[in-house]
């Protein structure tokens, strides 16, 4: 849930459509809605692409996934 919130916080901060940044991607806008409503997570590969279409690196996205969390075995 925390990347498909960040996707969206993304998308909504450049003031972008779903067309363009499927567009900026390389992504189609049917997977970039999916993602972000949560229908499906997309693979490595996917968050590569939209990591670089905003111009932050696939960690700064994952990093998302790690607050409020305290790591496995803790």
């Known amino acids: 849930m925390a990347l498909r919130t960040e996707l969206a916080r ?3 901060d450049r003031g972008w459509t779903y067309d363009q940044l499927a567009e ?4 189609s806008r049917r997977t970039v809605i ?3 409503q949560g229908r499906t997570i997309g693979t490595l590969a996917t968050w590569h692409a939209l990591a670089h279409a905003f111009d932050v690196s ?3 996205l994952a ?3 790690c607050e409020g969390h305290a790591p496995p075995g803790a």
Request: cysteine-free; glycine content about 12%.
């Open 10 to 12: 993304l998308r909504a």
């Open 24 to 27: 900026r991607s390389g992504l």
């Open 34 to 36: 999916e993602i972000e």
């Open 58 to 60: 696939v960690g700064a």
């Open 63 to 65: 990093d998302k996934l």
